[in-house]
């Protein structure tokens, strides 16, 4: 068959079209059919659970007394007559995040020898070891290796969960799948800002154990079920082990055994594509001197860090400690009803962001929203601080910012920094972006207690200042330069990339085949291509205008 034969000629000689799998083939399988995939994604997505676990935690185990008289000082003259010092504070908080950044530093040469499952029972193992310190130790030299320990398992759970599920979702579904992941993180923020609740009465370490005894859990649930799963297809396509990944994608993939060839040929020629592009580069050439690899990576990069841009580290992580120390009513419940509500704004994001996920709508409002949130925050405290209606003010506007965050900017930021790098990169690129988060996430961790302990400049909720221009500064780069994506496959973002499209263009461009390039679609809706290599990859539009069918499910 010539490559320059079109949909009509072959339908005439009635010639076995191959398809490529568009966002538009994906939408004739729903839910139902990709129950496997989607279970799959939904056990990996679990990882972040006791990431989420330790953040509602922390905050709130630094304002238990059990906690401060082991780790900290009497204070008669702050709320409850303990406190810590800014610079324990600071070191407690931040060495995860710490941890975090350097693991997913070396995502890229870990994913050349490790699995995305291997490195995930690695991360599992390092997350129980630093447990066993933390619940053990008295010293706060202890606390602070084991805090360390637990960042290296969180940026390996973070980074390579994202990306087996950015590798094996299907197109249609990433978002969800993304929301998913972030459903997990509140939840786990919520179930330990509830414990947190309960045991604070607790008199002793007992206090501040049982919510770390919580941790243990799912990094078990997760290992064992990693068992039942496959290999990320890609990973395995990218080590040369074709036959596995084939295998894989049919488990993951409710197509037929033809469609199943034309994903893994469309994933060979995307990485074939790829390498000799960058044959003979190093990965810095790629990432720095190639214009289209180093577009992307920025892109990656400033895309997931937004997440820190919006100051959330801080309400995270010293949320109850924050509540306490401004004189805010209960402390403790005020972060559980504040967490609440940000998880029923994510449950609310995951029923939306398949029909309605635009990346840079959700991004760019939810930016503006906690920006607006941390001022009138910060207003409120300036001008009537300690009192009861001020107090009421800052925790509904503490609900409307993490309504903001948690339903529009931390789910967007997460597709945005997993679905844009190139795919022979994929483990680089998204490594770095995820280690560039979690070096902004330790920044705020390590500088908040400046700001918000009395023992130091005791800014309290004036904090907000800092943060309301760097929320609004974030979302006019989202505005210019983030490109929209929704429902593209890999694959096609790979090509609207290579075509050097600007951010503007990328939502209205139709993909045509692997070898097809970029097709725009014009005012009256047909599809005119910019070029047309072509390699017997027919677009489904064409075959829809011929009465072409799709081929029948198994």
């Not at 290796?145 to 973070?158: D, K, T, W």
């Not at 786990?188 to 002793?204: A, H, Q, R």
């Not at 496959?230 to 295998?247: I, T």
């Not at 009861?388 to 965050?405: E, R």
Request: with cysteine; glycine share 10%; aromatic share 12%.
């Amino acid at each position: 068959m010539s490559p320059k034969e079109t949909a009509s000629t072959m339908a005439e000689k009635d010639v076995d079209i191959p398809v490529t799998i568009t966002a538009e083939v994906e939408e004739e399988y729903g839910i139902k059919a990709h129950w496997k995939c989607l279970a799959a994604c939904t056990l990996v997505s679990m990882c972040p659970f006791q990431y989420g676990l330790d953040f509602g935690s922390i905050g709130g185990l630094q304002a238990m007394i059990g906690f401060l008289k082991v780790f900290g000082h009497p204070a008669p003259h702050v709320a409850g007559g303990w406190n810590i010092s800014p610079s324990r504070q600071q070191l407690i908080s931040s060495l995860m995040t710490l941890g975090a950044f350097l693991s997913s530093s070396l995502a890229g040469p870990t994913a050349t020898f490790l699995s995305r499952r291997q490195t995930s029972w690695a991360a599992s193992v390092l997350c129980i070891v630093s447990n066993v310190i933390m619940m053990a130790t008295t010293s706060i030299g202890g606390l602070y290796a084991g805090r360390l320990l637990l960042g290296l398992a969180n940026g390996f759970y973070m980074t390579f969960s994202q990306l087996y599920i950015q590798e094996v979702a299907p197109a249609r579904y990433r978002g969800l799948m993304i929301s998913s992941f972030q459903v997990w993180t509140s939840a786990g923020s919520l179930i330990g800002g509830v414990v947190d609740n309960f045991t604070e009465k607790i008199d002793g370490r007992d206090s501040y154990l049982i919510p770390l005894g919580l941790i243990f859990v799912f990094p078990v649930v997760i290992s064992l079920g990693l068992f039942a799963v496959p290999e990320s297809p890609r990973w395995l396509m990218m080590q040369g082990r074709e036959e596995q990944a084939r295998k894989s994608l049919r488990w993951h993939r409710p197509y037929t055994d033809q469609m199943v060839e034309e994903e893994i040929k469309d994933i060979r020629l995307a990485l074939a594509a790829e390498g000799e592009t960058v044959k003979g580069a190093s990965v810095w050439d790629m990432h720095i001197r190639d214009p289209v690899d180093r577009r992307r990576t920025v892109l990656a990069v400033c895309g997931l860090t937004v997440q820190g841009a919006s100051g959330a580290m801080y309400m995270i992580a010293y949320g109850t400690y924050f509540f306490k120390m401004a004189g805010i009513g209960k402390p403790f419940e005020n972060h559980v009803i504040l967490t609440s509500r940000g998880v029923v704004a994510i449950l609310v994001n995951s029923a939306m962001v398949t029909h309605f996920g635009r990346r840079r709508v959700f991004l760019i409002s939810g930016l503006i929203l906690c920006g607006v949130a941390q001022l009138l925050t910060a207003v409120v405290y300036t001008v009537k601080p300690g009192t009861k209606p001020t107090g009421q003010a800052i925790v509904g506007l503490a609900v409307m910012y993490i309504l903001g965050y948690n339903g529009m900017v931390a789910t967007y930021a997460w597709i945005s920094g997993g679905e844009l790098p190139s795919q022979r990169l994929r483990s680089y690129t998204f490594g770095l972006a995820t280690a560039i988060r979690f070096f902004a996430a330790w920044l705020t961790t390590f500088t908040a207690p400046y700001f918000i302990n009395p023992e130091s400049m005791n800014w309290g909720p004036k904090y907000g200042y800092i943060w309301t221009p760097s929320c609004w500064i974030s979302a006019l780069w989202v505005y210019f330069y983030l490109p929209e994506v929704k429902g593209r496959t890999l694959e096609e973002i790979d090509q609207l990339f290579e075509a050097r499209l600007p951010a503007r263009k990328f939502r209205k461009y139709v993909c045509v085949g692997r070898g097809g390039g970029v097709a725009n679609e014009s005012d009256n809706g047909s599809v005119n291509p910019e070029k047309n290599k072509g390699d017997g990859v027919v677009h489904l539009e064409e075959m829809k205008r011929v009465g072409s069918h799709l081929p029948t499910r198994r």
